[in-house]
């Protein structure tokens, strides 16, 4: 297991940017894959990008591409979301998450952080 812990998130206009970080401790960070995930009151979690064990391969949801990119850097246990151009439709809870194969399924990710909360005003 890997212990995950995200930051950044807030009160932003649309159109506006936010940058959440997500930082690792535990188990060997470079050997997951990582994703981002959100939740809006009273729906279900969703995919939102994920990216693989050494940054090479990165995949998004199809209402975030080419707003949002997904990173990491090893040597500092963290994985990052920029998001740009954002819209109100994208406030939810953000949630990072760890697993060991490229999947969009939040069941295949075994360790999650705590979440942090994004609002986008119109």
């Known amino acids: 297991q890997v212990q995950l812990v995200e930051s950044g998130g807030g009160l932003v206009q649309a159109g506006g940017s936010l940058r959440l970080s997500c930082v690792a401790s535990?188990?060997?960070?470079?050997?997951?894959?990582m994703g981002w995930f959100r939740q809006a009151p009273g729906k279900e979690r969703e995919f939102v990008a994920g990216i693989s064990s050494t940054g090479s391969f990165k995949y998004y949801a199809d209402d975030v591409k080419g707003r949002f990119i997904i990173s990491r850097v090893n040597a500092k246990n963290t994985v990052y979301l920029q998001m740009d151009s954002l819209k109100p439709d994208d406030t939810a809870v953000y949630y990072c998450a760890a697993g060991g194969k490229y999947t969009r399924d939040p069941v295949d990710f075994g360790s999650w952080g705590q979440g942090t909360q994004v609002t986008v005003s119109s």
């Open positions: 535990g188990r060997t960070f470079s050997g997951y894959t």
